[in-house]
Nanobody, 122 residues
């Protein structure tokens, strides 16, 4: 199983920036996709951004132009750069990895991190 550890959450003022990290470890063949989700109190968990192994990215409409998802293969880490933060960005942020355990695997597996909290003050 792939283990994921998020970090970088903090208290920041509106308009500020943070960079969240998702460090991956464990035996596997290949990570196919990494997603960042977030969940605010009383709200449903929602998909924020996605990056595929080939580098393709997708973003929720409300973060386009503000957030950037990227990966560093050498460090086995995915990042979520968050700029121009707004109070409504306050949430617990989770990374999720879809991966192939073995080279011959026919199905991917999923792993979740424990989350990191972001608070954006007005």
């Amino acid at each position: 199983q792939v283990q994921l550890v998020e970090s970088g959450g903090a208290l920041v003022q509106a308009g500020g920036s943070l960079r969240l990290s998702c460090a991956t470890s464990g035996r596997m063949f290949r990570i196919v996709v990494i997603n960042w989700y977030r969940q605010a109190p009383g709200k449903q968990r929602e998909l924020v951004a996605t990056i595929s192994r080939g580098g393709s990215t997708n973003y929720a409409d409300y973060v386009k132009g503000r957030f950037i998802i990227s990966g560093d293969d050498a460090k086995n880490t995915c990042y979520l750069q968050m700029n121009n933060l707004k109070p409504e960005d306050t949430a617990d942020y989770y990374c999720n990895a879809e991966y192939l355990p073995q080279s011959f695997s026919t199905e991917t597996k999923l792993s979740w991190g424990q989350g990191t909290h972001v608070t954006v003050s007005s």
